[in-house]
């Protein structure tokens, strides 16, 4: 259907590519050094960032393409209201270039919506990029989560409510046993999703879970 309705960027709304060169050039993309745990960008190396001090999450590791802002935040709305595959995949390019290639992971498994958000909405956000990036990957994808009660949108809450928000929210299936699974989501803010269905995947014998997303909230 792009001949009748020519692509337009979801950053800035230009006509030409659902995501232009100008969108991608103002991106503030994520290098190292970064904490080891959550990904927050660090000024210094270090061990980890002053958020995951004395935390223990249930993911090894986790990373994302950009800061959340600009383009890219608008970008992601986009996903959030249309089922826009194109730019799913195109974005989902860079989350493979982000990938650190010593996590070996086998598996993809998306963030879940709850049941009754899915129902609403007729797919999953998340799926947009985790689909595209399993296939480039080459790497079988699983929905291998689910989420067995509604919660409230993160970004709705304070930092420490997001704990709570998601404590026990997923539950893993096992398809995941024995596998080094990368959970993947948009927008990573405190980590408290990630951890929260990691510790889910790793309950349904995920032998690590590593997390990838498309942004990170500063
Ligand atoms: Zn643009
Ligand atoms: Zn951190």
Redesign the pocket.
């Known amino acids: 259907m792009g001949w009748l309705f020519p692509a337009r960027c979801a950053g800035c709304g230009s006509l030409g590519a659902v995501w232009c060169a100008a969108c991608e050039a103002e991106t503030a993309v994520l290098h190292a050094p970064v ?1 080891g ?4 960008p660090l000024q210094d190396p270090q061990a ?2 002053l ?2 001090q004395g935390r223990h999450f249930a993911f090894t590791q986790a990373r994302a393409w950009g800061v959340y802002g600009g383009a890219l935040r608008r970008a992601i709305l986009k996903l959030k209201h249309k089922r826009n595959r194109q730019l799913g995949a195109v974005l989902s390019q860079h989350m493979a270039a982000s990938l650190p290639p010593r996590w070996g992971v086998e598996l993809v498994v998306p963030v879940p919506l709850s049941v009754r958000r899915q129902a609403q909405r007729g797919y999953n956000p998340v799926d947009l990029l985790a689909s595209p990036l399993a296939e480039r990957l080459d790497l079988p994808l699983a929905q291998a989560l689910l989420r067995q009660r509604d919660t409230r949108p993160q970004m709705d809450l304070q930092v420490e409510q997001r704990w709570a928000n998601v404590h026990g929210a997923f539950v893993g299936q096992p398809a995941v046993a024995g596998r080094r699974v990368l959970l993947v989501d948009d927008i990573v803010t405190t980590g408290a999703t990630a951890h929260a269905a990691a510790r889910a995947l790793r309950a349904a014998g995920a032998t690590s879970v590593y997390v990838l997303a498309l942004a990170r909230t500063l």
């Open positions: 904490c745990h959550c990904g927050y980890e960032c958020g995951c």
